[in-house]
């Protein structure tokens, strides 16, 4: 067992040095950008096209749509290039979300709460049952998704820290749950809505009164939840923490004494929480609450969610300022400010590189190529043949390599729904398990793709530790994880099949 294990980690290794070996990140971006610029003008000069059907809601039913190759270095494209250049960067996914955030978290940070908080987490849990709680709170995290990448992440390499362990590690088994186990939640979250109403939608196409539930997943999910956390930490442990070694800067357990103004301070942040939480639950329990949606009552789909951001900053900005004032590490409304300007300096390097990101993803998605090379996938599965289990795994697979181009789930999903559904449908395969399939391939390979729009964030993490990482770093520290859930969740889904066990609440595997 150590014999290959140690193969692999050298195996790793090697990917490491290739792909450390291109140039910047930022710079890759750019390189990457200019190759698009090139490739879009060649696909459109050839007539490339690609035709998929969409959903009509004002006339209740699908009608087919070209789609062609769009050339940025055609009239549109030069002045979507010029006129977008700061759009691109200021409405990047983690752009804003990570500002925000950090607003709440500079504060927590610098008052000296988290390092309070996780020092007695440190003195008090079990070092057994670390990457375990890391890797399933991150699952669970991917109920609000913000939450997860900008805030969990960071946090849980914190943890490692704590108790002696690298930090890194923390970072790659928290964006594992986070990312990488995208299908997996014990919870309904939003895009099992989203999923819902898409694959729905594609299925009417056959069948105008089939319905699909948010809880079409649902058991499935919650199994896999337990199942990535088994996996997770086992990737964790024995192979991600040896390939990195020992972390000079970690800190003893045994250094974690807290000072009586400490817990004073930690017992008033706490009592801060709770009264934040019950204001909060007081918004959106009642029925007619006013972060409830005000046409269906609904809280998936809700101004709580849409203003998930914004909850999540202040869940830590409450805390921290009450922890600063009772323990006198904030003294004036100028130090508070001064905490949050010293913490975004910290992501300056985060800026610079999204930035060159951003228009990488922007220039590729105008150009069509994403879902000209993801419709293309879906009709080459189509001509395969298979039938039954051997379909559904080649779905899986098919979608995990498109989504190392094009990474927007539901995005991608809503124009490969009404290509896979029907499909399927006439082969006797649920929705349902359709979509599955389609979602544990979505999932496993976010870990290694840069073009997930999180991906230049846990770059930026991981150089916080390591100054030298690359994107080869990351990639060759994710790809254990990719390989063993995207093996994990199809011999799970084998199982499963052949068990014919419900995917949810009165949901078959068959049509």
Known sequence: MKTNSSFFIKWLDKVERFGNKLPNAATLFIILSFIII??????????????????DSTTNSFTENNIYAVSLLSRNGIDFMVSSFVSNFVTFIPMGIVFVIMIGVAV????????????????????????????????ISSVASAFGF?????????LFISFGRHPIAGLTASFAGVAGAWAANVLIAPNDVVFAGLTQQAAHILDNSYY???????????????????????????????????????????????????????????????????????????????????T????????????????????????????????????????????????????VDFLVL??????????????????????????????????????????????????????VDTAKWAMMAPVFVPMLMMLGISPELTQLAYRIGDSTTNLISPLM????????????YNKNAGIGTVISLMLPYTLTFLLGWILLLVVWFLLGIPLGPSVSLFY
């Not at 900008?150 to 914190?158: D, E, G, Q, R």
């Open 354 to 407: 999204i930035f060159f990101a951003s228009q990488f993803v922007a220039h590729f998605n105008f150009s069509n190529m994403g879902i000209i090379i993801s419709i293309n996938g879906a009709n080459i599965l189509e001509n395969l043949g298979f039938v039954g289990l051997p379909l559904v795994i080649s779905i899986i697979i098919v979608v995990s390599i498109i989504d190392l181009v094009f990474s």
């Open 212 to 294: 699909v539930l948010p809880t079409g997943n649902w058991f499935f999910m919650s199994v896999s939840t337990i199942l990535i956390t088994i996996l997770g930490t086992w990737v964790t442990e024995k192979i991600v923490e040896p390939k990195l070694g020992k972390y000079e800067n970690s800190q003893k357990k045994e250094n974690v004494e807290i000072s009586n103004l400490e817990k004073k301070g930690l017992k008033y942040a706490g009592i801060s929480f709770l009264i934040y939480v019950c204001i909060v639950l007081a918004l959106i329990l009642p029925e007619n609450g006013p972060l409830r949606n005000a």
């Open 38 to 55: 090139l490739v879009s003008h060649i696909l459109y000069l050839q007539g490339t096209y690609i035709s998929f059907y969409s959903f």
């Open 108 to 139: 927590a940070d610098k008052s000296g709460l988290l390092e309070t908080l996780l020092k007695k987490i440190a003195k008090s849990a079990h070092p057994k049952i670390l990457t375990p709680l890391v890797i399933f709170l991150a699952t």
């Open 150 to 158: 900008a805030v969990w992440i960071p946090l849980s390499a914190l």
């Open 453 to 464: 729009p999180f991906f230049p964030m846990m770059l930026a993490f991981v150089q916080r």
């Open 296 to 347: 269906t009552g609904g809280i998936l789909v809700s101004p709580f969610m849409n203003g998930i951001v914004f909850f999540s900053m202040a869940m830590f900005l409450i805390p921290g300022l009450v922890y600063g004032i009772i323990t006198k590490s904030i003294r004036s409304d100028h130090q508070v400010i001064k905490m949050i300007e010293e913490s975004i300096k910290g992501i």
